[in-house]
T-cell receptor
């Protein structure tokens, strides 16, 4: 079945530092890949997505590239802000399980001034 | 994107009681999903609710514990029955953008349930 593995957290950075959160996946077929973000006390928001190999999703300075050869979808941001502090979830949909989102375990990011 | 609302936003319930959570979408959608997020954990799909048919439950979830209704294309309810403290979680509904069968799901704000 489908599975998603995220780097273990929590991650603590200083403002303006470079961020990478690793995400790898296992799926049959050609899944779509997503990053969702959950700010403190809020619901889940779609951050970015990619639907086919070599696609790059981007939003709010965050980027992730769909790498089929390494089955990865790592999240990056060149300069984080305090307001980026949140929980980040990597997820996939499709393959043999249409409509079902499979989530990684989530990575807590804390950014200090 | 679809606007999704949930009620209640939070509740504190006693062991053995039941709570029904409502999910309303501002447009007609084919598929609606219910997820559970246990404290400090990731999200797990409970079931998929299609209008006009029985909900499809994931492994580990049963209809007697989590009955779901889908009376029309904009609304669904999830009931958490005979609650125990282990049911304390955030429950979220989601759907696809504008009812289209794309892969992008949008989520409601969640219902934070605490069972004493």
């Amino acid at each position: 079945g489908n599975s998603v593995t995220q780097m273990e957290g929590p991650v603590t950075l200083s403002e303006e530092a470079f961020l990478t959160i690793n995400c790898t996946y296992t799926a049959t077929g050609y899944p779509s890949l997503f990053w969702y973000v959950q700010y403190p006390g809020e619901g889940l928001q779609l951050l970015l997505k990619a639907t086919k190999a070599d696609d790059k999703g981007s939003n709010k300075g965050f980027e992730a590239t769909y790498r089929k050869e390494t089955t990865s979808f790592h999240l990056e941001k060149g300069s984080v802000q305090v307001s980026d502090s949140a929980v980040y979830f990597c997820a996939l949909a499709g393959g043999t399980s249409y409509g079902k989102l499979t989530f990684g375990q989530g990575t807590i990011l804390t950014v200090h001034p | 994107s679809a606007v999704i609302s949930q009620k209640p936003s939070r509740d504190i319930c006693q062991r053995g009681t039941s709570l029904t959570i409502q999910c309303q979408v501002d447009s007609q959608v084919t598929m609606m999903f219910w997820y559970r997020q246990q404290p400090g954990q990731s999200l797990t799909l409970i079931a998929t609710a299609n209008q006009g048919s029985e909900a499809t439950y994931e492994s580990g979830f049963v209809i007697d514990k989590f009955p779901i209704s889908r009376p029309n294309l904009t609304f669904s309810t999830l009931t958490v029955s005979n609650m125990s403290p282990e049911d304390s979680s955030i429950y979220l509904c989601s759907t696809f953008l504008s009812g289209m069968r794309t892969d992008t799901q949008y989520f409601g704000p969640g219902t934070r349930l605490t069972v004493l």
